[in-house]
């Protein structure tokens, strides 16, 4: 499962970065996208775009294809 995947609410644990585009991965993990952190679905734009997810304490703004390459565990 990914974090884009997930619905407005909901929270998991994130497994990972998983992404051939290793300037992406950089960046997820420079905004602090770390194994075990806790996410959760805040919010979607229009047409679902862009996502807010809280990930810890911090309230980020993801694309849908940056949202995706973070892999997580449904809570």
Do not use: C, W
């Not at 992406?24 to 806790?38: M, P, Q, V, Y």
């Amino acid at each position: 499962m990914t974090l884009s995947t997930l619905r407005k609410g909901q929270k998991g644990r994130v497994l990972g970065i998983a992404t051939a585009d290793q300037d992406l991965a950089t960046k997820l993990r420079e905004i602090g996208f770390s194994e075990g952190d806790e996410v959760e679905m805040i919010t979607r734009g229009p047409f679902g775009q862009p996502l807010a997810v809280r990930l810890n304490r911090t309230l980020i703004a993801l694309r849908g294809s940056e949202a995706a390459a973070v892999k997580i565990a449904h809570d």
